[in-house]
């Protein structure tokens, strides 16, 4: 079974930066990331293809986040900047046969981390 480690969260300030990593033990086709706050749903913030050409972004997160991957480290990233508040959540990465925002489609999913924004 693939494995998912994430790693970057933390505690930033409003309009600080993030990056955050997600290690596969093995090949993935599209990789996703998600966030999720107790009580509300899981979110789909950004994925990317296997070749890195197709990446969606969620509307809250354009022009803030970047998604991007490293096919020989098998590894992908989410670059967050200008952090708000309202992006504090716990995020998780997830491997699936194709880029899409939804998770159902996603089959194996990492254990989350925690990032936080606030003064």
């Known amino acids: 079974q693939l494995q998912l480690v994430e790693s970057g969260g933390g505690l930033v300030q409003p309009g600080g930066s993030l990056r955050l990593s997600c290690a596969a033990s093995?090949?993935?086709?599209?990789i996703g990331w998600f966030r999720q706050v107790p009580g509300k749903e899981r979110e789909g913030v950004s994925c990317?293809?296997?070749?890195?050409?197709?990446?969606n972004y969620a509307e809250s997160v354009k022009g803030r986040f970047t998604i991007s991957r490293d096919i020989a480290k098998n590894t992908a990233y989410l670059q967050m900047n200008s952090l708000n508040p309202e992006d504090t959540a716990i995020y998780y990465c997830?491997?699936?046969?194709?880029?899409?925002?939804?998770?159902?489609?996603?089959?194996?999913w990492g254990q989350g981390t925690q990032v936080t924004v606030s003064a």
């Open positions: 093995g090949f993935t086709y599209a």
């Open positions: 990317i293809s296997w070749s890195g050409r197709t990446t």
């Open positions: 997830a491997a699936g046969p194709t880029c899409v925002l939804a998770a159902r489609p996603y089959s194996d």
